[in-house]
């Protein structure tokens, strides 16, 4: 109830810095859109930094985020509204936003699903929704690419990955998750942050132990965090 009660309190203030938003703004005023940092990826998605950290640890077709991710930076407080304050419609609008940009590619025509990183039921119970499957559902609008969220499910709750190094990510995730029924040949792992890639690595080496047949898997994300 009080979820509720406050997102009807804010729902017409920008979910990064609060301030109000004007008749032509949603959920983000264009303020914030234009000083959050893009990456550019989706003009090259075989030769940028994201590729080059997830490259090599599965067959990766192609990567691709959207914007960068900075501590205490918009893009940190969007990321946190969407998984904490009750904002599923913020997570479809991104990814509108987002596809966007992946339309005038000529690439993304060889993507046949789009698949959200899944929570567990438990936190998918307590959250009300998966914050990944919202991005997917807003990117699919656009794309026109289906969103399938029984390829892949989470069998193993998992601790947050937040306050760990590479290492620790890696072990946290491993085994976590298990493919389902796969009939396509080239799918999206759509997660809203990507930091070490070990929760992608770990959905994709599911894919692959499921049987994942045909070509590579890409990976798509709102954010990615630099590299230092």
């Given at each position: 109830m009080w979820?509720?009660?406050?997102?009807?309190?804010?729902?017409?203030?920008?979910?990064?810095c609060?301030?109000p938003?004007?008749?032509?703004?949603?959920h983000?005023?264009?303020?914030c859109?234009?000083?959050i940092?893009?990456t550019?990826f989706?003009l090259s998605p075989?030769?940028?930094?994201?590729?080059?950290r997830l490259?090599?640890?599965?067959?990766?077709e192609g990567?691709?985020?959207?914007?960068?991710?900075?501590k205490?930076?918009?893009m940190q407080?969007l990321?946190?509204?969407?998984k904490y304050q009750?904002?599923?419609?913020?997570?479809v609008?991104l990814?509108?936003?987002?596809?966007a940009?992946l339309?005038e590619?000529?690439?993304?025509?060889?993507?046949?699903?789009?698949?959200?990183?899944?929570?567990h039921?438990?936190?998918?119970i307590?959250?009300?929704?998966?914050?990944a499957?919202c991005v997917?559902e807003g990117?699919a609008?656009v794309l026109?690419?289906?969103?399938?969220?029984?390829l892949?499910r989470?069998?193993r709750?998992?601790?947050?990955?937040?306050?760990?190094?590479a290492?620790?990510?890696?072990?946290?995730?491993q085994?976590?998750?298990?493919?389902g029924?796969?009939q396509v040949?080239?799918?999206?792992?759509?997660?809203?942050v990507?930091?070490?890639?070990?929760t992608l690595?770990?959905?994709?080496?599911?894919?692959?132990?499921?049987?994942?047949?045909?070509?590579?898997?890409?990976?798509?994300s709102?954010?990615?965090?630099?590299?230092?």
């Amino acid at each position: 109830m009080w979820k509720n009660l406050t997102q009807l309190l804010v729902s017409n203030t920008c979910y990064a810095c609060d301030e109000p938003l004007n008749a032509q703004e949603t959920h983000v005023c264009l303020k914030c859109l234009s000083l959050i940092e893009p990456t550019g990826f989706h003009l090259s998605p075989r030769e940028n930094e994201l590729y080059y950290r997830l490259a090599g640890r599965f067959p990766l077709e192609g990567a691709v985020a959207h914007h960068y991710f900075d501590k205490g930076g918009r893009m940190q407080r969007l990321i946190e509204a969407l998984k904490y304050q009750n904002a599923p419609q913020l997570g479809v609008y991104l990814g509108r936003l987002y596809a966007a940009h992946l339309a005038e590619t000529d690439w993304i025509g060889g993507v046949e699903a789009l698949v959200p990183v899944p929570l567990h039921p438990s936190r998918l119970i307590s959250r009300g929704y998966n914050q990944a499957a919202c991005v997917a559902e807003g990117m699919a609008a656009v794309l026109q690419i289906p969103v399938r969220e029984d390829l892949l499910r989470r069998v193993r709750r998992t601790q947050t990955q937040t306050r760990k190094g590479a290492g620790g990510r890696w072990a946290n995730m491993q085994q976590a998750f298990q493919a389902g029924d796969i009939q396509v040949a080239s799918v999206m792992l759509i997660d809203d942050v990507i930091t070490s890639g070990a929760t992608l690595e770990a959905c994709a080496q599911a894919l692959i132990a499921g049987g994942h047949p045909g070509k590579g898997i890409w990976a798509a994300s709102l954010a990615m965090t630099r590299q230092h």
